[in-house]
């Protein structure tokens, strides 16, 4: 390591805010200092799609920490300054207002920023995006008066905002060229109950159909035009269509990048006073090369890793992912990871909207998605932590009886970890 | 405004004023008090905003009963479960919980 310096942390997001904290709970006792690109306070996204946008909504906070709480920790922020380069071999970064800071560890918690749609008139005004408060704030405001409401993209992001519009009786368009909505993330079975679950909201889902432009009327947006020429007609329009990794400061320092920053099993980078987490770093997963996921769970459980080692308790990361996703009445609920798996079965049932889709590969279970079934999801937490196996012929004795499989879970995991 | 006791691990009490609507995670976290993680953001889907309410105090009496959901996450949270836990993200403070004693478990993580 190199000897003088703070632990910079570049990007002050959910996982760059956890570093900092975890550093202090580790009893770091060096100086640390978050430099984040945008003006606020680090605060959370996941409500911004979701609580934020709720006509009632309470105003709850969506900040991490009150601004006391950084000087309480002696957490050094500079919001608002964007890190522009890394000098590795002087141990430096440099930020957008010219200062040049040395660093004895820097951490890359850079996020990722929105693909954008790049087709004619999507600049215009009238088309929104979601990942900053910025964007929830601008969006909010046009959501109060819009009467219809075109999503481009059937992302989790895009389902839960149409939940959201229907509650407020906006009219709700969501189109994907996907078959299913949230396609890429969860299981047919899973997303077939999604499909019909906004339907019955009354969101009027069109799969399988591509946007060619964005008609503008009086240098607004009024609509999109589909490939097929068909016209559909919008005052307001969300676009969500995926995240590219922030990783251009690591790849301009030289350092591996491949759709993110590439890490080791300890979530280092090639240079050992460089590590990366949270949504911008491709960490190792065995069988499935090296990964890049976006979620809380991920974003601070990475962190936490990280903040050990920095702290000297070297781990290497190896935590089960886990995500959710809020959707009107409905509470999804992901653990492990689901890509690949050859074999689904389905316990409880969809039609009353409780149910659990296990996914298996090669006989061996993968991951879970659970619809209002939290017991079946904290007891895959278990399962998939401590490696318990359960066979397809077990899930099915378990089907009907979620009580059972908690229970199994529990008593296996207090055996493999007493 | 209505105020409640934290009442630490290490036994250290301290009063909180919160705003009516803003339910005790989300004051706590806001306030800078450890205890408290809040990981999911409210939505009842981390168990690291467990606390030890006392059902016998007066004030506890106004809280909404735990639904489903909670049980199954105060099943996995990391510190004891006990006939007195509860997601802290769950209970939204009304003028009754004025003087309500809330208790932090040892640990959220
Ligand atoms: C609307 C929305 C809803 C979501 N809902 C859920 C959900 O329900 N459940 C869930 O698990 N996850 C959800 N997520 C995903 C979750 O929020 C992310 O996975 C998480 O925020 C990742 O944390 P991060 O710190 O890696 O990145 P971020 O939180 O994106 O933070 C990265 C920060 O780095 C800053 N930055 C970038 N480059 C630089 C630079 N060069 N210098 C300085 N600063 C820089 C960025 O401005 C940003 O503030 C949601 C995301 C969004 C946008
Ligand atoms: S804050 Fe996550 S369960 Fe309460």
């Known amino acids: 390591m190199s000897s003088s310096g703070p632990v910079i942390i570049a990007g002050a997001g959910q996982a760059g805010f956890q570093v900092a904290s975890s550093l202090r709970d580790e009893g770091f006792a060096g100086d640390v200092l978050l430099i984040g690109e945008e003006p606020e306070f680090p605060y959370q996204r996941p409500p911004l799609s979701k609580a934020a946008l709720e006509a009632n909504h309470n105003g709850a906070s969506v900040f991490l920490r009150p601004p006391k709480f950084f000087e309480e920790k002696k957490i050094g922020l500079q919001a608002g300054k964007k890190v522009v380069s890394i000098d590795r071999a002087g141990g430096s970064v440099t930020t957008c207002s010219g200062e040049r800071i040395p660093y004895q560890h820097l951490v890359l918690a850079t996020g990722t920023r929105n693909r954008t749609l790049d087709i004619p008139g999507s600049k215009t005004r009238g088309v929104f995006y979601l990942r900053t408060i910025a964007d929830a704030r601008g969006f909010g405001e046009q959501l109060e008066r819009a009467k219809r409401l075109v999503i481009i993209g059937a992302g989790f992001i895009g389902m839960e905002v149409a939940a959201t519009a229907r509650k407020r009786s906006i009219d709700t368009t969501v189109l994907d060229i996907a078959p299913r909505p949230m396609a890429r993330a969860i299981t047919a079975a899973t997303a077939n109950f999604f499909h019909n679950f906004h339907s019955s909201l009354g969101t009027k889902i069109r799969l399988g159909v591509e946007v060619s432009e964005i008609v503008v009327e009086n240098g607004a947006a009024a609509g999109v035009l589909l490939q097929t020429g068909e016209r559909v007609d919008a005052d307001l329009i969300l676009v969500g269509i995926g995240v590219i990794a922030n990783s251009e400061l690591a790849s301009e320092a030289g350092l591996a990048v491949q759709n993110g920053i590439l890490v080791d099993e300890y979530l280092k980078t090639e240079d050992q006073n460089i590590s990366a987490v949270g949504d911008c770093a491709a960490f190792p997963v065995r069988s499935l090369g090296n990964i890049r996921i976006e979620s809380v769970q991920n974003a601070t459980d990475q962190a936490r890793c990280v903040a050990a080692r920095l702290a000297g308790r070297v781990d290497c990361y190896t935590n089960v992912p886990w995500f959710w996703s809020d959707q009107s009445t409905i509470k999804l609920q992901i653990v492990g990871l689901v890509s690949g798996h050859d074999d689904v079965l389905v316990a409880g049932s969809p039609d009353e909207a409780c149910f659990s889709a296990f996914c298996f590969r090669n006989g061996s279970l993968v991951g879970i998605e659970s619809v209002n079934r939290p017991a079946d999801h904290m007891a895959g937490r278990r399962l998939l932590r401590h490696g318990i196996p359960i066979s397809q012929d077990q899930v099915e004795d378990f089907k009907f009886d979620v009580k059972a499989l908690e229970a199994y879970a529990r008593t296996a995991a207090l055996e493999a970890c007493p | ?109």
């Open chain 2, 1 to 109: 405004m209505p105020s409640i006791i934290l009442i630490h691990d290490d036994g250290t009490r301290e009063t909180l004023d919160v705003a009516v609507g803003t339910t005790i995670m989300h004051a706590v976290v806001a306030a800078g008090k450890d205890g408290i993680v809040g990981e999911c953001g409210g939505s009842a889907m981390c168990a690291t905003c467990h606390v030890y309410i006392d059902r016998d105090q007066e004030q506890a009496k106004s809280l909404p009963d735990v639904s489903a959901v909670e049980d199954a996450m105060l099943d996995s949270a990391t510190a004891e479960r006990r006939e007195t836990s509860r997601l802290s993200c769950q209970l939204r403070v009304t003028e009754a919980f004025e003087g309500l004693e809330v208790r932090l478990p040892e640990r959220q993580l």
